[in-house]
T-cell receptor, first 115, second 110 residues
Framework: NAGVMQNPRHLVRRRGQEARLRCSPMKGHSHVYWYRQLPEEGLKFMVYLQKENIIDESGMPKERFSAEFPKEGPSILRIQQVVRGDSAAYFC?????????????FGEGSRLTVL | DAKTTQPTSMDCAEGRAANLPCNHSTISGNEYVYWYRQIHSQGPQYIIHGLKNNETNEMASLIITEDRKSSTLILPHATLRDTAVYYCIARYTGGFKTIFGAGTRLFVKA
């Protein structure tokens, strides 16, 4: 049973370009969470999605950032017009239910570098 | 989610028990204590969680004080591969906004 798969593992973008990060949850999981980790800091919650629904995006910056989890395919975190401050590791996690009495399963992360 | 307080870093000798403390004095009755760890920028890994009773699994033991204001994660025989940042989190069931603080950086030394 494959774990949470994230790609690309590393992404380099120039200022003003777009970054798309993909996350395939574990098989059977329909709940996806995105976190951002700046260097030497803890993980910050960004957004929680179920299939075709955004449940909570209170951690998402108001502009340039969006997320989706379509009926088919992976969850996508999209960052438009990237700036140097967007350089970070972006982690995706999944769980089988939103009840969350158990654990979150994390992917290995996507590391974005903005030049 | 209740705020948690952990030491910034700790050392432990290989083969000895690593005891990682966590204070969560404002925890409410329906908040669980969770522990995750992050090994060298990998994705966080779940370790254990509990509500009131002490818990043990193949990775670690979790000791929660009777008043639930603090807890200790115990790695019974630390190895070099246990060097990581350990996060203590207090959260509601159904609370998906798991909040990760700065954690404790554990160094296991040979």
């Amino acid at each position: 049973n494959a774990g949470v798969m994230q790609n690309p593992r590393h992404l380099v973008r120039r200022r003003g370009q777009e970054a798309r990060l993909r996350c395939s949850p574990m098989k059977g999981h329909s709940h996806v969470y995105w976190y951002r980790q700046l260097p030497e800091e803890g993980l910050k919650f960004m957004v929680y999605l179920q299939k075709e629904n955004i449940i909570d995006e209170s951690g998402m910056p108001k502009e340039r950032f969006s997320a989706e989890f379509p009926k088919e395919g992976p969850s996508i975190l999209r960052i438009q017009q990237v700036v140097r401050g967007d350089s970070a590791a972006y982690f995706c996690a999944s769980s089988p239910t939103g009840d969350d009495t158990g654990e979150l399963f994390f992917g290995e992360g996507s590391r974005l570098t903005v030049l | 989610d209740a705020k948690t307080t952990q030491p910034t870093s700790m050392d432990c000798a290989e083969g000895r028990a690593a005891n990682l403390p966590c204070n969560h004095s404002t925890i409410s009755g329906n908040e669980y204590v969770y522990w995750y760890r992050q090994i060298h920028s990998q994705g966080p890994q779940y370790i254990i969680h509990g509500l009131k009773n002490n818990e043990t699994n193949e990775m670690a033991s979790l000791i929660i004080t009777e008043d639930r204001k603090s807890s200790t994660l115990i790695l019974p025989h630390a190895t070099l591969r246990d060097t990581a940042v350990y996060y203590c989190i207090a959260r509601y069931t159904g609370g998906f906004k798991t909040i990760f603080g700065a954690g404790t950086r554990l160094f296991v030394k040979a």
